[in-house]
């Protein structure tokens, strides 16, 4: 018995490694190239999911092998142990690692910033200035992009850091939505996918969605989430790196041009109604960022020097200055232009 057992698992490890084996050799036979890449579930799923099913990373001379991620921390733990070839971090992460002497490099935008301040229905909140000494929660952490946009509207626009001038919770958005509907919060800044199933599945509001609000404000496409390589891939493969920037560019094309994928996409991410579906796709149906120039970097060095200005400088004094230079921490102390290249964008 148990020597039949061995024989099973020889023979299902045998096959397996001839499946994985000739998947290679085929790839190589084809003149593609191999590219490991990690996606975090939710908005980066989807353009990587229409380069593989229309085949379109093929027609651009790559084979694509994906590891969906749960986690920011799994996907950073990939990042720093060189498991990966491509991925979709945050821009200022890359700035920070870049400083810590790691050779990441950001080729492309991915997608900016589509983020809401959600309250319970019944809540008296109506407008940002309302949350000043609330209770708040906002995912990822302190030092996080998103927080620090979502502080610099409170300072800049509405005279009140909501990290000094409020009760601040970082933590799991689902962890977050939870507390807000038991009454443990009174706001939380969240983010889609998981907004348009709280929208439509909790009694849920949204009083600002942060990314329009910056834009009416600035003019500005904030980018958060990048495409992002390391300098030893692109020494190596530098057609790869550009086939998959275009390759994205037209998996966009084709999203933007083909309304019926969001069907498909709310499935992935656990969406079943209707009213979620149609949420998801007028949220992000033209989130997806295709420029690429020396203004998108401008404007990512203005937002760097006005955190540290606002935030993290000497000026901030007393115990307010404490707390929030302790939140500087994670956050890029000054901007690095080598952390970025337009050497790939499509002609």
Not at 106 to 119: E, K, Q, R, S
Not at 234 to 256: D, L, T
Not at 264 to 282: C, N, P, Y
């Amino acid at each position: 018995m148990r020597h039949t057992t061995w024989l099973r698992r020889t023979i299902t490890c045998g096959v397996m490694l001839g499946l994985l084996l000739g998947m290679g050799l085929a790839a190589r036979a084809q003149g593609l190239v191999d590219v490991r890449v990690y996606v975090l579930q939710g908005t980066q799923m989807f353009p990587v999911e229409i380069m593989q099913r229309q085949k379109i990373a093929e027609k651009h001379g790559l084979r694509i092998i994906r590891r969906d991620v749960v986690s920011v921390s799994a996907l950073y733990t990939a990042l720093t142990g060189n498991e990966v070839d491509i991925s979709f971090p945050a821009w200022a992460s890359n700035v920070l690692f870049r400083s810590q002497g790691m050779k990441l490099v950001t080729v492309f935008p991915l997608i900016g910033f589509v983020n809401d301040i959600l309250v319970r229905k019944d809540s008296p909140i109506q407008t940002f200035a309302d949350l000043k000494g609330k209770r708040l929660g906002v995912f990822g952490g302190p030092a996080g992009t998103t927080s620090m946009v979502f502080r610099t509207i409170g300072k800049k626009y509405f005279g009140f850091d909501p990290l000094i001038d409020a009760s601040l919770r970082y933590g799991s958005p689902v962890l977050q939505a939870n507390l807000l509907e038991k009454g443990e919060l009174d706001a939380v800044l969240t983010l889609h996918p998981l907004t348009s199933k709280f929208l439509t599945t909790k009694p849920f509001r949204s009083i600002m969605d942060i990314g329009k609000f910056w834009k009416e404000k600035t003019g500005q496409d904030m980018l958060l989430v990048t495409i992002t390589t390391n300098e030893d891939f692109i020494a190596k493969h530098p057609e790869a790196v550009r086939g998959f920037v275009a390759a994205y560019k037209e998996a966009v094309g084709y999203i933007n041009s083909h309304p019926e994928v969001w069907k498909d996409f709310a499935k992935i991410v656990g969406i079943e109604d209707e009213a979620g579906r149609e949420m998801l796709q007028k949220a992000l149906t033209g989130q997806y960022l295709t420029t690429w120039n020396q203004s998108s970097l401008d404007d990512l060095r203005g937002f760097t020097d006005e955190v540290q200005k606002l935030f993290c400088s000497a000026e901030v004094g007393g115990e307010k200055g404490k707390v929030s230079a302790s939140a500087c921490k994670g956050f890029p102390p000054r901007f690095l232009p080598d952390t970025f290249s337009f050497a790939f964008v499509p002609k």
